[in-house]
């Protein structure tokens, strides 16, 4: 089994709003990942988590706050956001954050700030 | 800086022939790299990897070919299929250290029955 799952699959905000997005997985890896993908471009990597410890940050502005509660879970509370942050948003995970394993994207959740 | 390139944006062939795409890379520590496919609304799927100890990697249609010293990476897709139409994405990791992958621009392939 190699699925991750996300919830939800679409999420429309206001500016004023808090919302979270959720993402989950139970293939016993240690790394989970953020990324946000714009339209016609790359995934962006957002942050790292390895071993529900936060890895990295790729100097993500602060309305975007993670959280990694298990090894299993993998949360994105997101607040006062832009309508520039609208973008699709993946969760990834990985058996280990070193080189040589291969992440395993969810089908992501489309966000779309008013 | 883009360290990782795919300078083709698209790229069509016929349904049974082989499709190829294409990635450059800069960084001479990218040691381990990624194909992945992409369909729209879904996330990307992983299809296949190699290591730089290795020039070559198969799984069923699917060729990977790693070119060191050009810095180049191909993805051999035979035969292509109507379901192969997506957006590929190369990525690559440096050796040791953080673990994070660059992923190059993707290029949109359709296969034409």
């Known amino acids: 089994d190699t699925e991750v799952t996300q919830t939800p699959k679409h999420l429309v905000m206001g500016m004023t709003n808090k919302k979270s997005l959720k993402c989950e997985q139970h293939?016993?890896?240690?790394?989970m990942y953020w990324y946000k993908q714009k339209a016609k471009k790359p995934p962006e990597l957002m942050f790292v988590?390895?071993?529900?410890?936060?890895?990295i940050n790729e100097s993500v502005p602060s309305r975007f706050s993670p959280e990694c509660p298990n090894s299993s879970l993998l949360n994105l509370h997101l607040h006062a956001l832009q309508p520039e942050d609208s973008a699709l948003y993946l969760c990834?995970?990985?058996?280990?954050?070193?080189?040589?394993?291969?992440?395993?994207f969810g089908p992501g959740t489309r966000l779309t700030v008013t | 800086d883009q360290q990782v390139k795919q300078n083709s944006p698209s790229l069509s062939v016929q349904e049974g022939r082989i499709s190829i795409l294409n990635c450059d890379y800069t960084?001479?520590?990218?040691?381990?790299f990624l194909w992945y496919k992409k369909y729209p609304a879904e996330g990307p799927t992983f299809l296949i990897s190699?290591?730089?100890?290795?020039d070559k990697n198969e799984d069923g249609r699917f060729t990977v070919f790693l070119n060191k010293s050009a810095k180049h990476l191909s993805l051999h897709i035979v035969p292509s299929q109507p379901g192969d139409s997506a957006v590929y994405f190369c990525?690559?990791?440096?050796?040791?250290?953080?673990?994070?992958?660059?992923f190059g621009t993707g290029t949109r392939l359709k296969v034409l029955a």
């Open positions: 990834a995970s990985s058996q280990d954050q070193t080189s040589g394993y291969e992440q395993y």
């Open positions: 293939m016993g890896h240690r790394a």
């Open positions: 988590y390895s071993y529900e410890k936060l890895s």
């Open positions: 960084n001479s520590m990218f040691d381990y």
């Open positions: 190699i290591s730089s100890i290795k």
């Open positions: 990525a690559a990791s440096a050796v040791g250290g953080t673990y994070k992958y660059i």
